[in-house]
């Protein structure tokens, strides 16, 4: 390559990637690290032809890579066999919570099932644990090509070819299949081997003593990948006697486990407990308590951990205080190897490697004002989470002939170490043209070039240029970057990951007992829906993501939202769409062109089937994502922030389950109104939380389509915002309704607004608004327009406010035209004058229908006033007592039967018939083969009584 050449591949307009040559071939030989989840055949197999293909590198800084590659694969096996042989037993902690009086017999029991399982595992795994204490010999040879010289590598991969026979033994299939755990340290927490180096460098100058043995507990997963190199670092450096096992806190100490802590104890030998980022210290808490039974003095234990900006005070929240006599060693981000590889210095010489035919002094980085403004507000999100990647850019400057200069900005990002981080290559090459130009990845860091937003565009273009660049973009993946894996990541046993989340929410369909029995059916079915073409995924598709220019759009975080960690490990494409529609609030008509354009450039023809499901998934992880967020955040507007997300996220479950099953059912706009109205209630009656979130059911389908076909009028009359009353008469082809407990009604014929409240109390209820704002830790709902909805959380759950707490709001404002409603999950303030009664009458006078009888059915005691103003008033059987006090004195009929299944006998009484005509609604699939009809079958399932759930149950 010429002297000019290279300045042109560098600086080109065409977006000309300036990746060599050797780094693609070299990262050619990893395409099946698309998916990091692999099996323990396949780490095997991997592991083979990593050491056989050692000698064939001639590039030290490929060589090197090699040797990292069997220190991680080596160490993942290690990790995989010891989580196999520390059999889990069946967790009873939640039958001990569910039955606090048997909380000694539960712990009892969960003793002796620990016990036995362990001592079953001790004979039938005799064969693997033999295997086990052999690989240890190849542990410790992999570490030592990470501390001794370059020079003596060659030597330890022989001996390792030497000892092969070990990498051959057989295993059992099932062991065989279990895949391996990401270790976050080396996949999203920018740590390097080096790092280790360093953690035992600081524990070396702990003043800790060397007079005794010492063995390093590492924690697994990272502590499998510690702490044996941490100990063959140490018997080098210090020439100490060192020893290493790990273990997994969350799962207790197993048989063998339990021994290694004894021998602790009965030595006298130093304990260093090791593991990665602690977030609040909660892991080591467990291990403490662990160690603690077996009378291990404090006074000889260290504990030791990087530290990171998103958790400064792990040690406090951890209550690891100085005063209980255990050592902390820790170290900061700056301190990590990459942030050493991220100052311009280490920068300008890893870029004179790939501009081999240019002077060294001709590649420069120069200081750049913008670049480092650039890099203060990138460091400023460190504080955001752990998965908040180190990375900088920098302003490179090549010199050519006639001291020609040319200069462009490069984006420096930490990616992963080792094969853990070679994905983010494959992606950056194989998506060219919707990422930034790549010049290549060295040293786990990924270098493109740097793109700003295009400060011409305006923000709704930009909006815009993205939406229309995402399906082609997801579609795009789904052909670059295919997966290929055995079984995973839905194979039971691995640990938690979406095709869980799915279950745990759909299995809501069974009731509280029956889900229990439910999980694994459920799971063998939701796995069969992973699409045929599995891909990585993108995992986050929010607006932040994007950089749009005049031309087009660009992804600039591409390769680290999917595998690992708090990720869900999914491979359906259909993941990433529904996350597009709920970042971008897209219309109905906006995600159908979506969904037509990604399945016509992927030919994906089934995504119609499974966007539901998925979509069901993204809204309740972003809602608890919300709730966490507001729980942990410090500052007002990031607390703010999550609540307005919680909302998206309730409303997008909410409004597009709506909208589900509208389009299955055939709902039409509604045209006019008729002189027969029928006022219902939405919570407990219409709507129920089975699946976390308000929804209705199949027979609040049947009631909602028996009462169209018969000429009713259905005005919904609920507590809940006026935005949700719109919505839900959009959706469903209903006329109208009241929301905000009365004070306010929509007319979806007319599409009209009437205020139900008077303007002094309208006055009033901003005063309360404005005062409710100040009160610590309070949210409140912004979709209230006529009514004030206040909450705190907590555990995860709305809570309302206390009834001191609102009275002295209302005294201190002198607020004398308001109400208080008050409910466990929050609290809501009204006009005084307003009622759900005073809504059905002021409703009926108002669309002329006076001279027909009104039906109304409610389950709370809000409802009665409604149920009181009605002709025929009805509730479920699971209604507030104050509506079985009123039905007591005549003013009310009470159904058999709760829930939506109630709504329908009323509706079936009110119209004098015994049975729905089954051809309103369309006929349910007899086996729901695809995504969207499991969810009408679950829909269907959750009206059933008890017995035939049951049923279901047994049979599948």
């Not at 790092?195 to 003043?207: E, G, I, K, M, Q």
């Not at 460190?382 to 462009?408: F, I, M, N």
């Not at 051809?919 to 035939?948: H, S, V």
Request: with cysteine; net charge positive; aromatic share 10%.
């Amino acid at each position: 390559m010429s002297h000019l050449s290279a300045v042109h591949e560098i600086t080109g307009r065409d977006d000309q990637e300036v990746s060599n040559s050797s780094e693609r071939s070299f990262y050619s030989h990893y395409e099946w690290c698309l998916n990091p989840l692999l099996s323990l055949r396949d780490l095997r197999l991997r592991l083979r032809e990593e050491v056989e293909r050692y000698n064939s590198l001639s590039v030290e800084w490929q060589r090197e890579e090699s040797r990292i590659n069997i220190y991680l694969f080596v160490c993942a096996i290690a990790c995989t066999i010891d989580d196999y042989l520390a059999r889990r037993t069946i967790d009873l902690t939640p039958a001990a919570k569910r039955f606090p009086r048997f909380r000694n017999l539960v712990q009892n029991g969960q003793r002796f099932t620990r016990f036995a399982t362990g001592y079953i595992s001790l004979f039938s795994d005799k064969s693997i644990r033999t295997w086990r204490k052999r690989w240890s010999v190849w542990v410790d040879t992999s570490c030592r090509l990470l501390t001794d010289s370059p020079e003596a590598a060659g030597e330890t991969i022989e001996e390792l070819k030497r000892s092969s026979d070990v990498l051959d033994a057989p295993l059992p299939d099932a062991l065989l299949r279990r895949h391996m755990r990401l270790p976050e340290a080396f996949r999203a927490q920018d740590m390097a081997h080096q790092d280790v180096f360093t953690l035992a460098d600081y524990l070396c100058n702990s003043s800790a003593p060397a007079d005794r043995p010492l063995v390093i507990l590492g924690l697994r997963t990272a502590g499998a990948y510690f702490a044996p190199l941490m100990s063959v670092y140490l018997r080098k450096i210090a020439r100490w006697p060192v020893s290493w096992f790990t273990i997994r806190p969350k799962f207790g100490a197993s048989v063998w486990e339990a021994r290694q802590l004894s021998k602790i104890r009965r030595t006298g030998a130093r304990l260093v407990i090791i593991d990665d980022y602690p977030a609040s210290g909660r892991t080591f808490r467990l291990i403490l308590d662990i160690v603690k039974r077996f009378q291990i003095p404090a006074a000889d234990i260290t504990i030791i951990a990087p530290t990171h900006p998103a958790s400064p005070n792990w040690t406090a929240d951890a209550g690891l205080a100085q005063s209980e006599g255990m050592r902390v060693v820790t170290m900061d981000l700056e301190d990590l190897h990459k942030s050493r590889l991220l100052k311009p210095v280490a920068l300008q010489s890893l870029f004179t490697e790939y501009f081999p035919n240019i002077p060294s002094k001709n590649v420069r980085i120069n200081a750049d004002e913008q670049c480092e403004t650039i890099n203060s507000r990138l460091a400023k999100h460190y504080v955001d989470g752990h998965h908040v990647r180190l990375k900088r850019v920098v302003s490179l400057e090549l010199t050519g002939p006639g001291e020609r200069r040319k200069a462009r900005k490069v984006f420096a990002k930490s990616v992963g170490w080792g094969w853990l981080g070679y994905h983010a290559f494959l992606a950056a090459t194989r998506l060219r043209g919707f990422v930034p130009p790549t010049f290549g990845l060295r040293n786990g860091l990924l270098l493109t070039d740097w793109i700003e937003h295009d400060t011409s565009v305006s923000e709704a273009e930009i909006r815009r240029t993205v939406i229309n660049t995402i399906p082609s973009y997801v579609a795009a993946r789904t052909r670059a970057l295919p997966l290929h894996y055995e079984g995973a990541p839905f194979q039971q046993g691995y640990g938690w990951n979406g095709c869980d989340e799915i279950v745990n929410i759909l299995r809501g369909a069974y009731g509280s007992t029956l889900s229990v029995l439910k999980r694994s059916s459920l799971r063998r079915r939701i796995s069969a829906f992973a699409t045929s073409a599995p891909a990585l995924l993108d995992g986050k598709m929010d607006i932040d993501e994007w950089i749009a220019t005049s031309r087009r759009a660009y992804k600039i975080d591409f390769a680290h939202h999917n595998f690992g960690g708090a990720n869900l490990d999914l491979v359906d494409p259909a993941y990433d769409l529904a996350g597009a529609i709920f970042e971008f609030q897209l219309s109905r008509q906006a995600e159908h062109e979506l969904l037509a354009i990604y399945a016509r450039e992927s030919n994906d023809a089934m995504i119609d089937r499974r966007i539901p499901m998925y979509k069901l998934l993204y809204g309740a992880m972003q809602m608890r994502n919300a709730v966490e967020a507001a729980q942990c955040a410090a500052e007002s507007h990031r607390r703010n922030e999550s609540v307005r997300r919680h909302h998206q996220a309730r409303n997008y479950l909410v409004h597009g389950t709506n909208a589900f099953c509208a389009a299955w059912m055939g709902c039409r706009p509604a045209k006019k109104w008729s002189n027969l109205l029928f006022f219902m209630d939405l919570d407990g009656v219409f709507d129920w939380e089975h699946f976390g979130f308000a929804h209705t059911t199949l027979n609040g389908l049947r009631s909602l389509a028996t009462l169209q076909a018969n000429g009713f009028s259905i005005v919904l009359n609920t507590g809940r915002s006026v935005a949700d009353v719109r919505s839900y008469c959009e959706t469903y082809g209903i006329p109208g309704g009241v929301g905000e407990y009365g004070s306010v009604f929509f007319d979806c014929v007319e599409n009209r607004l009437m205020p139900l409240i008077e303007k002094a109390a309208f006055e009033q209820l901003a005063r309360c608004r404005e005062s409710i704002r100040m009160l610590p830790g309070v949210f409140m709902d912004p979709e209230y327009e006529f009514a004030v909805r206040a909450y705190r959380f907590h555990a995860g759950r709305s809570v309302g406010l206390s009834s001191q707490e609102i009275d002295r709001v209302l005294n201190a404002n002198a607020l004398d035209r308001l109400a208080v409603i008050s409910r466990e999950a929050d609290t809501v303030v009204v006009s005084k004058e307003v009622s759900k009664g005073c809504a059905l009458r002021v409703v009926t006078e108002f669309l002329g229908c006076t001279s027909a009888p009104t039906t109304a059915i409610g389950d709370s005691e809000a409802d009665v006033s409604m149920l009181e103003a009605a002709q025929f008033a009805y509730a479920p059987s699971n209604c507030n007592p104050a509506i079985r006090k009123l039905s007591r004195a005549g003013g009310c009929r009470i159904m058999s039967q709760s829930f939506q299944t109630g709504l329908l006998a009323s509706v079936l009484h009110r119209l004098g018939k015994k049975q729905v005509d089954d051809n309103l609604l369309p006929a349910l699939p007899a086996n729901a083969e695809q995504p969207d009809t499991l969810i009408l079958r679950l829909l269907d399932i959750a009206d059933q009584r008890l017995a035939r759930r049951l049923v279901s149950t047994v049979n599948g």
